[in-house]
Nanobody, 126 residues
């Protein structure tokens, strides 16, 4: 059974940094895309960043470009999201997601991902 477990969320002041981790177990993902999404209260879940599990080209939402960095560690079966210069509008529950197959594409929609973690809360105070 596939399991994704996020960690690293918390409360931080605007301008601060956090590093989220996503640990995967239950299968290997090879070149499957692994993504981070977030969902604020009353809003739809939105794409943040994604990377092929084995590394390579990354994709970012315009709202986080230049501030967030996604990376992976195959040896640890983990993916990370380094978040710098955080803003109050970054406040949300952050989810790690994995696509069940690889076709060379990195979906930006949550519907493109089959496996999800339970989420970790990130709160940025002004």
């Amino acid at each position: 059974q596939v399991e994704l477990v996020e960690s690293g969320g918390g409360l931080v002041q605007a301008g601060g940094s956090l590093r989220l981790s996503c640990a995967a177990s239950g299968r290997t993902f090879s070149r499957n895309p692994i993504g981070w999404f977030r969902q604020a209260p009353g809003k739809e879940r939105e794409f943040v960043a994604a990377i092929p599990w084995s590394g390579g080209s990354t994709v970012y939402a315009d709202s986080v470009k230049g501030r967030f960095t996604i990376s992976g560690d195959n040896a640890k079966n983990s993916v990370y999201l380094q978040m710098n210069t955080l803003k109050p509008e970054d406040t949300a529950v952050y989810y790690c997601a994995a696509r069940s197959f690889s076709d060379g594409r990195i979906p930006l929609s949550p519907a493109g991902y089959a496996y999800w973690g339970q989420g970790t809360q990130v709160t940025v105070s002004s």
